[in-house]
C-alpha cells in the first residue's frame, strides 16, 4: 500500500483530536503528521521505513524495548484465554498474581493493597478519594483539602488536573476540582494550616512536565515528617518515575521513605497497555471495612484487565531475568558522559542540563518556548524521535537502550542543536 501513509494522515487530519495539541497547526496544509507504523527494541519506524530512536520511551511508558519477545508472548498467550471480563464480583489470575507481584516489591507491610485502574490520571484520582474518604471514615471529615507544587503534573482528569501546578494545562480550571494548596518547596509548608489537609501529593524525586526539575535531596523524607507530624497522608506519583525510571526500581527508595497511597502507571505494563495501580497500606486498607456505608465505591470498566495485568507481570520478570536495574548505573553514567560532552559541544546553547537516573532534560538557553519543538523536529530528521516540555528537551530512552544507541540518541540532538537557532 504505497499512499497508506497518506491516507492514514488524511483520515486523521479530518476526524481525529490529538492530546496536548493545538489543532489548527496540526491540521494545517503544511504539516505532514508522522505515522508511526511498528517498533523494535528501543526504535520506532515509520511508514516509510524510517527509523527512529525513541528517545521519551513514547512518552515515558516503554521501558525494555517495543516488542520484547517476553511479553509479546505473555500478551498472546492471555489473548488465548480471554481478552476482559469485568473485576465487578469475579477475579481473574494475572491481576491477582499482579497485586502479589506489586505488593512484593515494598518493604512488608507497607503498600500490600493494589487498586487497580486505567492511566496515570485514575490512579491518582483514586488515591485522592481514597484519602478524602479514609478521613471521613476515621472521624476528621475536616480533612478535605490537599497540598501539591508549583509545576506538579499528575493528569487531566478534574481532580489529578486540580493539583497540578503547570498553567497552562491547569490555569484554566483552577479552582474548579478538589480544594489544592499549591506550594512552592518544602518550606512552603509552613503555611498550610495542617488540620484541613488529608494528602500531601508530590512526583518523587522529579517532576516531570515541568521539564524535568529535580527536586532537593532530603526532600521526600521532610515531606514523610511533615505528614506524620500533622496527621496527613503522603501520596506519592511514581507514574512518571516508577519502574527503574530513576535507576532504582522506585524513586521514593532513593530516600528510603514509604508513603501512604502511590500512584503507578505508565511503565507498569512495560510501555504496552493502558493499566494503573494505586498501592496502599493496611491502615487505610482496613478503614474502608465493615459493610456497604465504608466501602469504596470506585472503578472502571477496565479495571482489572487480565491483557494489562499478563504484560505488567511479563514487565517484572524481564526486570528479574534480563537483571535490569543492575545494567542501569553503567547506563547511567555513560548517559552523564554524553550530556556533558554535548553541553560542552554547544557553548552557550544550553542553559542547564538536567538528569536522574536515565531522565534527562536538556533545557536550550535564550528559548521563547518554541525552540524544544523546533530541535525535536530538526532531531527527528537525524533519527531521533522526542518532545519538549517548553524549551527543554526530554532524553529518556526506554531501559534497553545501550550505551551505543545514547550516543546515536544524543548525536541526533547535538545536529539539530547544530541546525536550529532563535
Ligand atoms: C503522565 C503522568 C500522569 C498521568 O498519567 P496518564 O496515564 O497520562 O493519565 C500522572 N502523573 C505523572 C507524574 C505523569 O507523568
Known amino acids: 500500500m504505497p499512499d497508506g501513509g497518506m491516507e492514514t494522515a488524511e483520515l486523521d487530519k479530518a476526524h481525529l483530536w490529538h492530546p496536548f495539541t493545538p489543532m489548527g497547526d496540526w491540521c494545517a496544509r503544511g504539516h505532514e503528521p508522522l505515522v508511526i507504523a511498528r517498533g523494535e527494541g528501543a526504535y520506532l519506524f515509520d511508514d516509510r521505513g524510517r527509523r527512529y530512536l525513541d528517545g521519551n520511551s513514547s512518552i515515558w511508558t516503554n521501558i525494555h524495548g517495543h516488542r520484547h519477545p517476553a511479553i509479546d508472548a505473555a500478551v498472546r498467550a492471555q489473548l488465548d484465554e480471554v481478552a476482559h471480563c469485568s473485576f465487578l464480583g469475579t477475579t481473574n489470575a494475572p491481576a491477582a498474581e499482579l497485586a502479589a507481584a506489586l505488593a512484593a516489591l515494598f518493604p512488608s507491610n507497607t503498600l500490600e493493597r493494589v487498586f487497580l485502574s486505567d492511566d496515570g490520571s485514575t490512579a491518582v484520582e483514586c488515591a485522592l478519594k481514597m484519602a478524602l474518604q479514609f478521613f471521613q471514615l476515621t472521624g476528621e471529615p475536616g480533612r478535605r483539602g490537599f497540598v501539591s507544587f508549583e509545576g506538579a503534573y499528575h493528569g487531566d482528569t478534574l481532580g489529578a488536573a486540580a493539583l497540578g501546578g503547570i498553567p497552562l494545562f491547569h490555569g484554566r480550571f483552577d479552582g474548579l476540582g478538589v480544594p489544592v494548596r499549591r506550594v512552592a518547596s518544602v518550606a512552603g509548608l509552613d503555611g498550610v494550616e495542617p488540620g484541613a489537609v488529608a494528602a500531601v501529593v508530590i512526583e518523587p524525586l522529579v517532576q516531570g512536565a515541568a521539564g524535568m526539575r529535580l527536586w532537593p535531596a532530603g526532600t521526600l523524607r521532610d515531606l514523610r515528617a511533615w505528614c506524620d507530624r500533622n496527621g496527613a497522608l503522603l501520596v506519592l506519583d511514581e507514574v512518571m518515575t516508577g519502574f527503574g525510571r530513576t535507576g532504582r526500581m522506585f524513586a521514593c527508595e532513593h530516600e528510603g521513605v514509604t508513603p501512604d497511597l502511590m500512584a503507578l502507571a505508565k511503565g507498569l505494563t512495560g510501555g504496552y497497555l493502558p493499566l494503573a495501580a494505586t498501592l496502599t497500606t493496611r491502615r487505610i486498607y482496613e478503614a474502608f471495612l465493615g459493610g456497604r456505608e465504608r466501602a469504596f465505591y470506585y472503578g472502571h470498566s477496565y479495571s482489572g484487565n487480565p491483557l494489562g495485568c499478563a504484560a505488567a507481570l511479563a514487565n517484572l520478570r524481564v526486570f528479574e531475568d534480563e537483571k535490569t536495574l543492575a545494567a542501569l548505573p553503567a547506563k547511567i553514567e555513560h548517559l552523564r558522559r554524553g550530556l556533558d560532552a554535548l553541553d560542552a559541544a554547544h ?57 551505543e544507541q545514547i550516543d546515536e540518541g544524543l548525536r541526533a540532538l547535538g545536529a539539530a542543536l547544530d541546525e536550529v537557532r532563535l
Open 347 to 403: 557553548p552557550g546553547r544550553i542553559a542547564e542540563v538536567r538528569q536522574c537516573g536515565m531522565i534527562a532534560g536538556v533545557e536550550l538557553a535564550g528559548g521563547d518556548g518554541t525552540l524544544g519543538a523546533r530541535a525535536c523536529t530538526a532531531a527527528r530528521r537525524h533519527g531521533l524521535l522526542t518532545r519538549p516540555v517548553l524549551d527543554t528537551v526530554v532524553f529518556m530512552p526506554p531501559l534497553c537502550t545501550t550505551p
